[in-house]
């Protein structure tokens, strides 16, 4: 059974930094380009940064440009999300998902799998 297994997030200030981990499990990371997005209460989840299989190719939503980078390690199956500069408006669910199709896509029904998420909060 496919497993996406996130941690890393909690509670800061806003101005701090996060480093989310996602470790894949049961899968051939290789084959899946990856995102993370974020689901804040009452909105709809969105996709905030994307990356291809080698991890040479990144989008980002504009909100997050020039403060959140993604990366993967393939060797270790795990995706990262180092966040800086966090804004109150960062407070959100935050998921990994693998892409079943259309790499780098931000449209939320290209993701097959998913993790069950980790909470970050960001205070003014």
């Known amino acids: 059974q496919v497993q996406l297994a996130e941690s890393g997030g909690g509670s800061v200030q806003a101005g701090g930094s996060l480093r989310l981990t996602c470790v894949a499990s049961?899968?051939?990371?290789?084959?899946?380009?990856m995102a993370w997005f974020r689901q804040a209460p009452g909105k709809e989840r969105e996709a905030v940064a994307t990356?291809?299989?080698?991890?040479?190719?990144?989008n980002y939503a504009d909100s997050v440009k020039g403060r959140f980078t993604v990366s993967r390690d393939n060797d270790k199956k795990t995706l990262y999300l180092q966040m800086n500069t966090l804004k109150p408006e960062d407070t959100a669910m935050y998921y990994c998902?693998?892409?079943?199709?259309?790499?780098?896509?931000?449209?939320?029904?290209?993701?097959?799998?998913w993790g069950q998420g980790t909470q970050v909060t960001v205070s003014s």
């Open positions: 990356i291809n299989i080698g991890g040479q190719y990144t």
């Open positions: 998902a693998t892409a079943r199709r259309n790499c780098l896509t931000t449209v939320i029904y290209d993701y097959n799998y």
């Open positions: 049961q899968i051939t990371f290789t084959n899946f380009c």
